[in-house]
Nanobody
């Protein structure tokens, strides 16, 4: 059984940093894409940052480029999202998601079969 467990959310002031972690277990797929989506109240879920296991290629939403960095452990069982220079508009529930048998990153949330429970990130102004 595949499980994704997020941690690391919290309350931070604007300009601060947080690091989210996603512990993945039960993965038996050679190729997959894993990463982070977020959903703010009243808004659609959006892809924030994703990474492909096949070649390490990454995706960043324009709104987070230069501020967020996605990485994974050598064993690829934990994915991190380092978030720096946080802004109030980054406030959302952040979800870890994975799509198996995938080599190309996609931001289409319906393509992701596995989801974590979400972790709240709140950035105060």
């Amino acid at each position: 059984e595949v499980q994704l467990v997020e941690s690391g959310g919290g309350l931070v002031q604007a300009g601060g940093s947080l690091r989210l972690s996603c512990a993945a277990s039960g993965f038996t797929f050679d190729d997959y894409v894993i990463g982070w989506f977020r959903q703010a109240p009243g808004k659609e879920r959006e892809g924030v940052s994703l990474i492909a296991s096949s070649d390490g290629s990454t995706y960043y939403a324009d709104s987070v480029k230069g501020r967020f960095t996605i990485s994974s452990t050598n064993a690829k069982n934990t994915v991190y999202l380092q978030m720096n220079s946080l802004k109030p508009e980054d406030t959302a529930v952040y979800y870890c998601a994975a799509s198996y048998y995938r080599v190309v990153v996609t931001t289409a949330s319906w393509e992701y079969e596995f989801w974590g429970q979400g972790t709240q990130v709140t950035v105060s102004s």
